[in-house]
């Protein structure tokens, strides 16, 4: 499934999607993206569903552009009590937001009722057993997300370069390449890869538009390529930029604290600490392994025409330079 197929379902121009990111994905970022012919996407995590209804409606006042929510189902409890999930999930299918992006849960779950409000469901995924299994669900488009990306990660999960193809070649639908993106040649590679777009999230924190703390982009700009590092890999293993905290969640790590202890310690509140206090000593910075690759901030609309220009060329001088004249056809004739 290429591009084009892409575009079409999402009713965008570029096959680029701006990732859901909790706390620093909200409606002027997206509306932004959106605007500029990518998906934008709300990141609904830590919101109250009334938070994300007025969200909702802020972004349809700045563009008519599609966009997306992005609902995380980490919350979701073994017992089947979803809760907050539930009534976000409430929020978005009255809302018709037209498309929906779940993660870190089962797809079963929601997809049959996100289709009834004629939304799109796309699910990330770490694996192509969970992609084959988004498909028995009816998900319209998999995520495939690499161990690169910033935020939630699977411990299991592959990088880029070997989990794409394979994603690819396991299901029908469209993939959607996520994790480490963050330049044009990222683009290049995943769409080279057999990925029908890409999903970017850290290169966006760094734009005008996005609502992060100025010392959290300031961060991704002083990044390297050491600078990031996944932290609490039995619980909810996350990839952030290594700050105090995080140093201390590895030092944690390996004394080989609980699993409760280092829940504990994370806390709930660190990572808006982080991206929204700017607090870079006790918060959590998520980001993915490619900050070392951020190198200014700008607008939404620059980054945009960037990956997308850039990624074009590349492709188009790759296959030049793969495709030399025929022998005897002209300079290299003897
Ligand atoms: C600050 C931050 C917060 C994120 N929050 C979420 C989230 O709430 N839900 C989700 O599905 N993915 C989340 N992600 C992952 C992004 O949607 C995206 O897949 C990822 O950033 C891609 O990798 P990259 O950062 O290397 O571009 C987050 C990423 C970052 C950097």
Aim: hydrophobic residues 45%; aromatic residues 2%; proline residues 4%.
């Amino acid at each position: 499934m290429g591009s084009a197929h892409l575009t079409s379902l999402l009713k965008i121009t570029h096959p680029l999607l701006q990732g859901g990111m909790s706390w620093v994905s909200r409606f002027e970022l997206a509306a932004a993206v959106s605007e500029a012919g990518g998906l934008g996407v709300i990141g609904a995590g830590g919101m109250e569903p009334e938070e994300l209804r007025r969200e909702i409606r802020s972004l349809r006042a700045q563009t008519t552009q599609t966009f997306g929510v992005n609902v995380p189902l980490l919350n979701v409890r073994p017992d089947g009590n979803a809760g907050i999930v539930e009534q976000l999930i409430d929020v978005v299918c009255e809302e018709s937001v037209p498309v929906v992006v779940t993660g870190a849960g089962t797809p079963r779950r929601f997809t049959e009722r996100l289709h009834g409000a004629n939304a799109l469901v796309l699910h990330v995924v770490p694996s192509v057993e969970l992609a084959q299994k988004c498909e028995q669900a009816g998900v319209d488009v998999i995520i495939a997300e690499s161990q690169e990306a910033g935020g939630h990660v699977s411990v299991k999960g592959l990088s880029s370069f070997s989990l794409i193809p394979q994603v690819v070649d396991a299901v029908d639908v469209p993939v959607v390449a996520a994790g480490g993106i963050a330049d044009a040649r990222g683009v290049a590679a995943a769409l080279a890869l057999g990925a029908a777009g890409v999903q970017v999230g850290t290169r966006f924190i760094a734009t005008h538009e996005c609502n992060a703390h100025p010392a959290f982009k300031q961060a991704l700009l002083s990044a390297s390529s050491e600078s990031t590092a996944i932290y609490c890999r039995q619980a909810h293993a996350s990839r952030a930029l290594v700050t105090p905290a995080v140093k201390k969640l590895l030092e944690m790590e390996s004394e080989g604290r609980t699993v409760d202890e280092l829940i504990q310690f994370r806390g709930r509140g660190r990572a808006f600490e982080g991206c929204i206090e700017g607090n870079l000593d006790d918060g959590l910075l998520p980001s993915g392994s490619g900050a070392g690759l951020v190198q200014s901030t700008q607008t939404v609309a620059e980054v945009v025409a960037e990956l997308t220009q850039g990624a074009t060329r590349i492709l188009g001088d790759l296959g030049k330079a793969i495709s030399p004249p025929a022998r005897g056809s002209g300079t290299d004739a003897k």
